[in-house]
C-alpha cells in the first residue's frame, strides 16, 4: 500500500506497513521522509494526515486493531503499540521498500484496482464538494475539494451535469444537492461517476433527478495537499 504523507506542512509518499486502531483513533505505520526510521502517526491530527494512493494489501493480515503486515506485526509491543525495530533486519526491510516506491503525478482509471485507489484517496467523495470546472485542450477539469485534499480530473469526451459547488449547495425546490456515497464504474468502454452508491448502470443515472455523474472516455486524476 501506498499513501501521501502529511507530517508538519511537508508531504511525502510512503510505503504503508500497517493501520493500527480504526475511526479517528487510527494510526498508521510509515518511514519517516529520510527513510531512515519507522515512525507511526496519526490517520487524523485533527486534519487528514493519510491519503491512500494504491490500496493493494497483498500479504496483509487482520489481528485485532491491527491491519498490515504479518512481520511487522510479530514487532509490534502489543499492549502500547510500540515498533522494535532492532532485530531480524525488519529497518533494512522497510527502507529497501521505501526506495522502490515512485512517486507520481498523474494517475490512469482504467479496471477496478484503479477505482479503488481513487475512492480510497478521496474517501469515496462523502462530503466532496465541486470547487472548479474548466476546459483544457480537449479536456474537461473538474476539481473536487475532499477531505483536505484537491482531487483534479482530466476526463476525455466528458458528458457531465455536475457543476461548480456542487456537493455544498441547495437546490430551487429546497433539497441538499449533497455527495454522500458515489460509485464509479466502467461500462462499454467508459468510466462513470455517480453521486449515488446504488447506481452501477449507466440506465440508471437518470432514474432520479438528484444523480450527478460524469461520463468520459479516460479518466486521469492526482491529488493536491
Not at 521522509?33 to 494504491?54: G, M, S
Not at 522497510?94 to 522502490?100: H, V
Request: hydrophobic share 35%.
Amino acid at each position: 500500500m501506498i499513501a501521501k504523507i502529511k507530517t508538519n506542512d511537508e508531504v511525502y509518499t510512503a510505503t504503508v506497513f500497517g493501520f493500527l486502531g480504526k475511526g479517528w483513533k487510527t494510526r498508521v505505520i510509515v518511514m519517516n521522509k529520510d527513510n531512515t526510521a519507522l515512525q507511526i502517526i496519526k490517520y487524523w491530527n485533527p486534519t487528514r494526515c493519510v491519503f491512500e494512493l494504491n490500496t493493494d494489501d497483498t500479504g496483509w493480515i487482520t489481528k485485532g486493531n491491527f491491519y498490515g503486515y504479518d512481520w511487522i506485526y510479530e514487532k509490534l509491543n502489543k499492549k502500547l503499540f510500540g515498533l522494535q525495530i532492532d532485530c531480524d533486519g525488519i529497518l533494512k526491510k522497510c527502507q529497501n521498500m521505501q526506495s522502490q516506491v515512485v512517486d507520481c503525478e498523474w494517475y490512469n482509471v482504467k479496471n477496478a484496482d484503479d477505482i479503488n485507489n481513487l475512492d480510497a484517496v478521496a474517501i469515496n467523495f462523502h462530503d466532496a464538494c465541486v470547487d472548479k470546472i474548466y476546459k483544457e485542450a480537449d479536456e474537461d477539469i473538474i476539481e473536487f475539494d475532499a477531505w483536505g485534499c484537491r482531487i483534479i480530473l482530466r476526463l476525455c469526451e466528458c458528458e457531465t451535469n455536475l457543476y461548480v459547488g456542487c456537493g455544498d449547495a441547495i437546490t430551487q425546490d429546497g433539497f441538499w444537492d449533497g455527495i454522500t456515497e458515489s460509485n464509479m464504474f466502467i461500462e462499454d468502454g467508459y468510466i462513470y461517476w455517480v453521486n449515488n452508491s446504488q447506481v452501477n448502470k449507466s440506465e440508471d443515472i437518470h432514474n432520479d433527478t438528484m444523480n450527478r455523474y460524469f461520463r468520459a472516455k479516460s479518466v486521469k486524476w492526482k491529488i493536491v495537499i
